[in-house]
């Protein structure tokens, strides 16, 4: 069983994103990671070919050339190959979906696994898309996968309301996965000087034919404004709630 994986390059959460007058975002300070949630989808695919015990797991990512390093932690988690589309423009979902898209169909994978949205735009579109591109069944926000008796895969996940759906699918398919369907594996030291030689295929965008959705093009960026200074109000209980009402009403939030 051949399982797919598409994963992208975020900023760490804990970074503090800075503003360059030439391109917009500095990039020189910020730490890059594996998004959380396509970590959670390599970890699910080592799974189902650990318990399936044949098969290969492949990552696939769209990006610059700093992308090998994620690559390489992918494959340190215990992923076959890897490969990487370079290119160093920003797309949008459709775009990125559409240009996986032309890889994905030599690769004739069973299963294809994203997470559920990459935690710095949150579009939480391109896996969709990827499986509308693919004319694949698809099933988002995943947060049990497993396989029946009778040969389909059983997908759960939360709805809005509290209650727990189950859909079933047959492969190919194509899922994105939720948090809490699994605990990903750190890498471990025989895995990292394994991955150190493990293939890892560089492709480059201009090398394949155009796709039809155009490339974003962002005409400026702005950090938000800083949150305003909280105001204390003292006294007793009595006299903060007299004082907090006649601030809003002199705010007019209130009559």
Request: net charge neutral.
């Amino acid at each position: 069983m051949n399982i797919l994986v598409c994963v992208k390059q975020v900023p760490d959460t804990g970074t503090r994103i800075q503003l360059s007058k030439e391109d917009g975002i500095d990039e020189s300070g910020i730490e890059w990671i594996i998004n959380p949630y396509d970590e959670f989808a390599i970890e699910e695919a080592l799974r189902i070919k650990e318990r399936k015990q044949k098969g290969e797991v492949i990552v696939l990512s769209m990006g610059p050339a700093r992308m090998e390093k994620t690559l390489r932690r992918a494959l340190a988690m215990g992923a076959d190959r890897a490969c990487l589309i370079e290119t160093d423009k920003k797309a949008d979902p459709l775009f990125v979906a559409q240009t996986l898209a032309q890889v994905i169909t030599k690769e004739k994978a069973d299963l294809i696994i994203t997470g559920k949205a990459g935690i710095d735009e949150n579009h939480s579109a391109t896996g969709a898309m990827l499986a509308e591109t693919l004319s694949l069944p698809h099933v988002g926000f995943v947060k049990a996968f497993t396989e029946s008796e009778e040969g389909k895969w059983i997908c759960e996940r939360q709805m809005e309301t509290g209650i727990t759906e189950e859909i079933a699918l047959r492969l190919p398919a194509l899922i994105t996965v939720e948090k809490g369907i699994n605990e990903p594996r750190y890498p471990s030291l025989p895995g990292i000087m394994k991955a150190k030689k493990k293939e890892l295929k560089k492709i480059s965008l201009s090398s394949l034919p155009p796709s039809p959705s155009d490339i974003i093009h962002f005409h400026s960026y702005r950090l938000p404004a800083p949150p305003p200074t909280p105001q204390i109000i003292s006294g007793s209980a009595e006299e903060q709630a007299k004082k907090l009402v006649q601030m809003l009403r002199e705010k007019e939030k209130v009559l």
